[in-house]
């Protein structure tokens, strides 16, 4: 009996082991194209809410991938046309506080975004002169990364 329980524990041990080898590797991602090893549960998830961007704000640094969801947009700003092009607007954090969201529009078509869409982003964040920041929210033509987004109503924008 002693040595089915060791059995046991060492298949049991094995399958741990090969599974978070999986999930370093990105494997079994169902196509998120999850290269850091992110639980794929929560890549490219537009309900995942907003509290990992809210705690990337208040830590004021920079966070590789980072997603959320229900952020209402407040505001529109210029476009950048200096070099690549991007689209700019402002979101509304569960916590009230705003993030600027830059969307690179010479990778991808321009987002239909208006003010009051609910939106779901993932992407780069970074605090700026101006305040957070999220960008490359669109797929990694170098698949270094995982693949960022903008979804609204249903619809994804440059994920791939």
């Given at each position: 009996m002693k040595a089915f329980s060791?059995?046991?524990?060492?298949?049991?041990?094995?399958?741990l082991v090969i599974s978070t080898a999986e999930a370093k590797r990105g494997g079994n991602n169902n196509g998120?194209?999850?290269?850091?090893?992110?639980?794929?549960?929560?890549?490219?998830?537009?309900?995942?809410?907003?509290?990992?961007?809210?705690?990337?704000?208040d830590g004021r640094k920079r966070v590789d991938f980072?997603?959320?969801?229900?952020?209402?947009?407040?505001?529109?700003?210029?476009?950048?046309?200096?070099?690549?092009?991007?689209?700019?607007?402002v979101v509304r954090l569960s916590n009230?506080?705003?993030?600027?969201?830059?969307?690179n529009s010479d990778?991808?078509?321009?987002?239909?975004v208006k003010v009051g869409d609910v939106v779901a982003m993932g992407g780069m964040f970074l605090w700026t002169e101006v305040g957070p920041m999220i960008?490359?929210?669109?797929h990694d033509p170098k698949g270094s990364?995982?693949?960022?987004?903008?979804?609204i109503n249903g619809t994804y924008y440059c994920k791939d």
């Open positions: 060791k059995l046991v524990l060492l298949s049991l041990t094995a399958t998120n194209n999850n290269s850091r090893g992110e639980d794929s549960s929560t890549v490219n998830n537009p309900n995942v809410g907003d509290a990992a961007i809210v705690r990337a704000v980072v997603e959320g969801s229900g952020m209402v947009v407040t505001k529109l700003l210029p476009d950048d046309n200096v070099g690549l092009k991007h689209q700019k607007w009230g506080k705003e993030m600027q969201a830059v969307y990778m991808c078509p321009r987002v239909p960008h490359w929210l669109h990364r995982p693949d960022g987004y903008v979804m």
